[in-house]
């Protein structure tokens, strides 16, 4: 069974980062990113995917992200942003 960390950032209210259990985050996620992010805290650790705050689909999702990139934002409450920041980033208008 996969097991998954989860980290806050100091950039992005309620916005976290997961990765794989045993995963450093500064050598998965690309610099400019983890940069947005901001200073990065360790809110939890060796989390199953049934402990992801969300209901099954959003806990497949981010494991499906996480599989193919090695990471997955998300935005509580249950926005899943993916391997970037999502519309975090876009410009508003």
Known sequence: MQLY???SGSNFPKTYL???KN??????VPF????????MQLVKGSLLPSHL??????????ASEIDGF????YKWPGKILGASL???LAVED
Not at 53 to 62: L, T
């Open 32 to 39: 400019n990113i983890l940069y947005l992010f901001g200073h």
């Open 18 to 20: 997961v990765v794989e």
């Open 70 to 73: 090695g990471f997955c934002f």
């Open 23 to 28: 995963a450093m985050p500064e050598k998965l």
């Open 86 to 88: 999502g519309d975090v």
């Open 53 to 62: 705050p969300f209901s099954k689909g959003g806990q497949k999702r981010i």
């Open 5 to 7: 960390k989860t980290y």
